[in-house]
C-alpha cells in the first residue's frame, strides 16, 4: 500500500489508499472517490502577494515558466523556500532580517531582470500604451541588455527588508541571483556571457529607483569554486568582474551519486561525433579545478 495525506488550510484532507495490484487500478481510478480526489486537490496558483511597483511584483509578472504551475499542481504547494535554506544562504550573504515573503523563480531570463529593473511603474494595464525604449550596445560589457538568447539565472530570490529592521534608514531589497552546478564543471564561457549581459544592464541597476538593490551572485556546487589553482584562475577572473554589482558567495550543494548515459565507441571510449555504442558509468561530481 502506498499512503499520501496531506495538510491544506488547516484542514486534514482525506487519505487516498492506493493498491499495488496493478489489477484493481483501473477501478480504482474509474471510482467516484479517486475523480474527486484529482479535482480537490487542484490548487489555484497564488496570488501576486507582493507590494506594487516593488521589484519582487514587477519581477513576477515576467514569470512565465511552466514549472512554476507544474510545481504548484503536482505537489500542491507554493512555489517558496524553505526556511532552513533561506537561513543557511542568508548566513552566508551576511543579510540579518526575516522577510514577510520572497519571490522565487526558476531560470529567470536576464531579459525580464533587465525590464523589471527598467520599469518601475510596470503594470500590465497600461502596455498597450509601452513605449519602445532604446535597445543599446555597452561598449565596455561588449553586449546589449536585452539579447533574445533566453539567457537565464538558475535560480532567483528577492525580498525587502522590514522596515523595522533598520528604521532610520530606506528598506534594502536583495536579488539573489543563483547559479548551480551540481555535476561536471563550471562553464567558463557560460558564465561570462551571462555576466556581460549583467554588466550591459548595469545602467539599470544604477537608476535612482534601484539604489536600494542589493545584487548578490551565489554559486551552489558540491566543492567551492573559489579554491584557486591554475586550471581554474580564468573562471575566477570572470567572476570577479560581478563585483561591480555586489558581492559574490559559494554555498554548498548536495548531489546524490549518479550514473549517466555515454556514446562511444566499441572500446568503451567516449565518442560524441561518430559513435557506435553506449554504457552507463558513474558521474563525475562537479570539480572546481576543471572549469570548462
Request: proline content about 8%; aromatic content about 10%; hydrophobic content about 40%.
Amino acid at each position: 500500500m502506498w499512503m499520501a495525506d496531506r495538510a491544506r488550510d488547516g484542514r486534514r484532507a482525506q487519505t487516498l489508499r492506493v493498491p499495488t495490484h496493478r489489477a484493481m487500478l483501473p477501478a480504482l481510478v474509474s471510482s467516484p472517490d479517486f475523480r474527486l480526489s484529482r479535482t480537490a486537490s487542484l490548487m489555484p496558483l497564488p496570488p501576486i502577494a507582493f507590494h506594487k511597483g516593488s521589484l519582487e511584483y514587477r519581477l513576477a509578472q515576467f514569470d512565465a515558466k511552466e514549472r512554476f504551475a507544474l510545481i504548484n499542481a503536482v505537489l500542491g504547494v507554493e512555489f517558496v523556500p524553505h526556511k532552513d535554506f533561506v537561513a543557511r544562504i542568508f548566513k552566508v550573504c551576511g543579510i540579518e532580517t526575516q522577510p514577510e515573503r520572497i519571490f522565487c523563480a526558476m531560470d529567470f531570463h536576464l531579459d525580464w531582470l533587465y525590464a523589471a529593473l527598467m520599469k518601475p511603474d510596470l503594470d500590465p494595464a497600461w502596455l498597450k500604451e509601452d513605449v519602445p525604449l532604446p535597445r543599446i550596445f555597452d561598449e565596455e560589457a561588449g553586449e546589449y541588455p536585452v539579447t533574445g538568447k533566453q539567457q537565464d539565472a538558475d535560480f532567483v530570490m528577492c525580498f525587502t527588508e522590514s522596515m523595522t529592521d533598520k528604521p532610520a534608514s530606506p528598506p534594502v531589497t536583495h536579488l539573489l541571483l543563483i547559479e548551480a552546478k551540481g555535476v561536471g564543471s563550471w562553464n567558463t564561457k557560460q558564465m561570462r556571457s551571462k555576466l556581460m549581459q549583467y554588466r550591459a544592464m548595469k545602467h539599470a541597476f544604477d537608476a535612482p529607483h534601484n539604489l536600494h538593490v542589493r545584487p548578490h551572485l551565489v554559486l551552489m556546487s558540491p566543492k567551492d569554486p573559489f579554491e584557486k589553482s591554475a586550471k581554474n584562475a580564468e573562471f575566477l577572473d570572470v567572476l570577479n568582474t560581478f563585483k561591480q554589482f555586489g558581492d559574490i558567495r559559494w554555498l554548498d550543494l548536495q548531489m546524490r551519486e549518479t550514473l549517466c548515459v555515454v556514446r562511444c565507441n566499441d572500446k568503451g571510449k567516449p565518442d560524441g561525433k561518430h559513435p557506435t555504442q553506449w554504457l552507463v558509468k558513474p558521474r563525475r561530481a562537479v570539480d572546481p579545478d576543471h572549469a570548462a
